[in-house]
Structures are given as C-alpha cells and as structure tokens.
C-alpha cells in the first residue's frame, strides 16, 4: 500500500528548490566545473545563489569555475528566475496533459498571482517573452564583447550575462562585476533594460503588450510603472549626491561616467546584483540606500526579490490615507481593500524580524563589522547579490544562514509562514474593545 503525501502549494516549492540547490551543489562540485577544487559548502552556496538568482558568491564565478561549471550555474539562474513549476507547467502544455486545479494553484503560489484564472497562458508568455528579450539582448551585448573577446568567448560573455542580467541574478563572469564597463552606453543601456524587464514583472509585461493603451492598463500595471520610474530615478539622484566627491566609487569618474554609474547603481539595487564601482567603497549613507532600495525590491510575478514594490507602494498609501483621517484607501481612482492591506502589513512586519533575525545571529557568528554584516544579510533576503567584499570571508554556520536567507527572499516571507502555520477560518467573533496604540 503506497503512502500518498499531500503537501501545500508553499511546501511543494519549498521542497522542489532545495532538491534542485543540492542537484546544483553536486554538479558544481564535479572536477569537470572546476578549475580548482571547492569545498562542499562553497559549491551548496554558488548553487542556492543561482537557483534564487541572487549572485552572492564566495569564489569567483569567471576564474574559479570551468565553462562546463558556468553553464550549470546559468541554467540553475533561468530555472529559478523563471520558475521550476513553470518549466514543468511548459512540458504539460507541450505534451498536451491536463493540467488540474491543484497544478494551477501551485503555478499561482510560484508566479505570485491573486487568481488562478489565466496562470496558464501567463506561463506561455514567459516563456515566449524571456526567449526573445534574452537574444535581442545578447546581440547587442555581442556587438560590444565579440570584437573584444573574440567570437567564442564573446558570445558565450553576452548570452550568460543576458541571462542573468534578465532574471536579476548578478552573477557575471569579471571579479570586479561590470566595472570595467562603466562608461559604456551599449553594456549599460542593454543591463539596465533586461534589471528592469525582468523586475517589472511577467505579468506587467504581457499586460502592455497586449494593451497599450494607459488606460486600459490594470491598476496593477499603472503602480508598478509609476513607482518604478520614480524610486529609480530617486534612487540615481541620491547616488549622485552622496557618492559625487567619493574617491573609491564615482569620484575619480567623468561627468559622464558618473551619470551612467548613478543610473546603473539606482537601477541594479532594485534586486540585480551587478555593480559598475567597487561596493565595499560605499559612503555610510549611500549604503544605508542601497539597503532600503534591496529590502523593497521590485515586482510581483517577477524574477525580483524583497517584499515587492505594490507592497511598499500601499504600505505608504494606507499610511497617508490615515494621517489624512480617512477610512477607504484610494489609488488610481480604485479603493484598495482591507484584506490587501493586512496582507502588506504582514509581508513587511514578516520580512522585517526574518532580515533582523538574520543580522542578530550573523553578528554573533561572525567577527565582522556591523554594517557589511546587515548589508549582506539585507542583500541576501531581497536575492540581490550585491556585498561590501565579506561574502567569502564568512565562516559555516554564517554562509549557511545567508542561504537559508536567499531561500526566504526567493520563495517570499509569507509562503514560509503559510507553510509552518495551519489556516484556520474563524466562525466566531469577539466583543470590540480599543487598546492604546502610538
């Protein structure tokens, strides 16, 4: 008699990925992906960081790991930007199966959506869209790395870095990240533009291109456009400020050059990873920035991470729509409902004890200064990649902690904790009575 295990939507994930991690740590573990041996736990890193395109690496991807090890580090980034049940919903649709209500459920939990409806062909629209951004993409970062590499490595430079740039991963094949490109308006307009299609979200995506109009775009689609427009070109403003007379970041830069660094930074904080100047040179206030912007993320239903832009967006607009004094919280001419806000505040309350839980324990664990230690922490959680140079400088228990950290940001706060608790429907209800708040 065969035992039949039912597990939740969030567990299902939860599961899927970390076989796929340790699937990635084996492999990456071979002699064949390494130029030099690695230890276990290094190789486990490398692979949770990929499969939660995040791009925190404790070796360095260009030197340490063979092509062979480069590729597998690429598929493990497009499987998990992409989605594991996503590719697995894709063989269904391709071999014509049915694909049922509990399949369904587990696609909305992966992609993030309010509703079942339509999952399926949110799927194939992904996938079709991620096809082509990545090789138009990968064509024009060949017109710049070909004749610099040759055709071989110029090729492979351009396909492996749209691939990351477009899930937000940050893994690049350079040991300074794109350092060497700051000034160039080819690398930097094509990996700003695959950071912000990937971040924006699928479904923003396909909504547009099937729309075009404003106003038929869902209110959805109008914040995630508005409020990226605005904390991105915020967030260059900001940079520029503060890093303008910084030696170690922009200030030995060009006025042009300068511009392009504000308005790569601004843009990769959001949860890429990639860097154009040396991180660890980061101004206090610059790096208390960088932290609000990765602890924000980007979009729902997308390659990104940290607690999503629409959540902050509403977090202030119910914040506002109190101090005002009113009770019914507008946006776009729709009201928000209440059931929306509870959910924000969760995810941010959530998100915000799972990254202090992180940086208390770190610090007792490792012997490292307190800002890198939370930057890194903060990083991990919002699956950006970015870090002030103590990634591999972190002992076992500390590289273990930052991967349970990258699962969390990946996988989302509130669908681990959908998983440990039990859900329960409340038949009853108490006497109202105030308490004293503020």
């Not at 299902?12 to 796929?20: E, H, K």
């Not at 006025?255 to 206090?284: C, K, P, Y």
């Not at 920035?289 to 991470?305: D, K, N």
């Not at 629409?310 to 928000?336: C, D, E, P, S, W």
Request: with cysteine; charged share 10%.
């Amino acid at each position: 008699m065969m035992l039949k295990i039912r597990m939740s939507p969030s567990l299902l994930l939860s599961v899927v990925y970390g076989t796929f991690i340790i699937l990635g740590a084996i492999l990456l573990k071979l002699p064949i992906s390494n130029n030099e041996p690695i230890r276990w736990i290094d190789s486990l890193f490398t692979s949770a960081s990929a499969m939660t395109v995040t791009g925190l690496g404790v070796v360095d991807t260009g030197t340490h790991f063979t092509r062979f090890g480069q590729i597998v580090i690429m598929v493990l980034i497009q499987v998990g930007g992409l989605g594991i049940m996503s590719f697995a919903m894709l063989l269904f649709v391709m071999l014509r199966k049915k694909i049922g209500l509990k399949q369904r459920l587990i696609m909305k939990q992966a992609l993030n959506q309010v509703h079942v409806g339509g999952v399926i062909r949110l799927v194939k629209y992904l996938f079709l869209f991620s096809i082509l951004i990545e090789v138009v993409a990968m064509v024009l970062l060949a017109i710049e790395w070909i004749p610099k590499y040759g055709v071989s490595d110029g090729l492979f430079y351009s396909f492996f870095h749209s691939v990351s740039a477009f899930n937000n991963a940050g893994f690049a094949l350079w040991s300074d990240g794109l350092s060497q490109f700051v000034g160039s308006p080819v690398i930097n307009l094509t990996i700003m533009s695959l950071i912000i299609l990937g971040g924006i979200g699928f479904t923003v995506i396909v909504e547009v291109w099937q729309k075009r109009k404003w106003r038929a775009f869902s209110l959805h689609t109008k914040v995630m456009i508005q409020a990226t427009i605005f904390i991105n070109v915020i967030a260059a403003i900001l940079f520029f400020g503060f890093e303008q007379m910084n030696p170690k970041t922009i200030g030995m830069l060009s006025g042009i050059d300068q511009t392009w660094a504000s308005l790569f930074q601004a843009v990769t904080t959001r949860t890429a990873g990639f860097n154009s100047i040396d991180i660890s040179g980061l101004e206090n206030s610059t790096a208390f920035l960088f932290m609000i912007l990765m602890f924000i993320g980007g979009g729902s239903g997308s390659t990104a991470g940290g607690i999503k832009l629409t959540t902050f967006v509403v977090m202030l607009v119910a914040m506002l729509t109190y101090i005002r004094g009113r009770k019914n919280i507008h946006l776009h001419q729709r009201t928000i409902h209440q059931e929306n806000v509870l959910r924000v505040l969760a995810i941010t309350m959530i998100s915000t004890f799972t990254v202090a839980a992180g940086i208390l324990v770190l610090n007792v664990t490792e012997p490292l200064p307190f800002l890198p230690v939370m930057f890194e922490v903060v990083s991990a959680f919002g699956t950006v990649g970015l870090s002030m140079g103590i990634t591999a400088k972190l002992s076992i228990i500390g590289k273990l902690i930052i991967i349970v950290m990258m699962i969390i940001g990946k996988l989302g706060p509130l669908s681990l904790v959908y998983m440990l608790a039990r859900q329960e429907d409340c038949k009853y209800r108490y006497p109202n009575e105030d308490i004293l708040t503020g």
